[in-house]
């Protein structure tokens, strides 16, 4: 919700920005400092210092922020990618396995396959989530067997280096999102607090500077100083209510022959 202040003589009024406006509120931060930076230090405002310091706390915050985003953005369009790859490879380490075991299908799980019970088919995974577990158990089976009896199609290498680039963009994927939710929340705290100076260092420049009397030179520091808004229910009309009907009737004068006025068709008295 937007604040405003003002005077009863004044036709002005500040308006200060909602703390949902956290761009814009720091747009202002960086035009007040610029403002003050050009007054000497003794007629800065007590709270210049800490409105310099949020600001570039903001500044970084933001920074930040866009940074998480650009990691997260990347990891999730290589893990895209990797998706793809994972599926062709699994296909292939399923295919190994149980053309081996055609005849034991159970055997599959030591190499980390799930089996339906009912059916006895070897399941694939579906997720990604699910071929990182797949590969990861595949893995420990195939480096505890001799060499010679590993699976040749995929190459254990080529499986190793698939599941350490699905795992670190998956990482990277995470971490850039926990950033950005640790930025937000920053922002927001940096935002209300910046909010406060600003308009606690309005206070002072009124007061100071403008001897409480609202100017458009605050402009200056960027604050929004408009001309106030009449009020519909202060409008005055500037004429009275028409009087109604009854009231422009006047009252019959009394008949001077005492008949209250009454007359014959001749237009003498009954």
Not at 36 to 47: A, D, I, M, N, V
Request: proline share 5%; aromatic share 6%.
């Amino acid at each position: 919700m937007t604040i405003r202040y003002s005077e009863p003589e004044s036709p002005y009024q500040i308006n200060f920005l909602d703390l949902l406006q956290r761009a814009e509120l720091l747009a202002q931060g960086q035009i007040f400092i610029a403002k003050e930076q050009t007054r000497p230090l003794k007629e800065q405002t007590p709270l210049t210092p800490r409105i310099i310091k949020l600001v570039n706390q903001l500044e970084t915050a933001y920074a930040t922020q866009t940074e998480a985003e650009r990691q997260r953005t990347i990891a999730a369009d290589k893990l895209k990618q990797l998706q793809k790859t994972a599926v062709i490879v699994v296909t292939q380490m399923w295919k190994s396995v149980t053309g081996k075991y055609a005849n034991d299908p159970s055997e599959a799980t030591r190499w980390g396959f799930k089996l339906k019970p009912r059916t006895r088919n070897v399941l694939k995974p579906k997720t990604l989530s699910e071929r990182l577990a797949l590969m990861n158990t595949y893995i420990a089976k195939e480096e505890s067997r001799p060499e010679e009896e590993r699976f040749r199609i995929p190459e254990l290498a080529e499986v190793i280096e698939l599941r350490d680039k699905i795992t670190a963009n998956m990482q990277a994927h995470q971490t850039g999102q926990n950033q950005q939710e640790n930025s937000f929340e920053a922002i927001k705290k940096l935002t209300k607090a910046l909010s406060n100076c600003l308009q606690g260092a309005a206070v002072h420049i009124l007061g100071v500077d403008f001897d409480f009397d609202l100017s458009t030179q605050m402009q200056n520091w960027g604050y929004d100083i408009t001309l106030k808004r009449k009020s519909s229910s202060s409008k005055e009309t500037g004429s009275e209510a028409a009087p109604s009907a009854d009231e422009t009737t006047a009252e019959a004068p009394d008949s001077p022959n005492g008949t209250d006025g009454a007359t014959n068709g001749n237009g003498d008295g009954a």
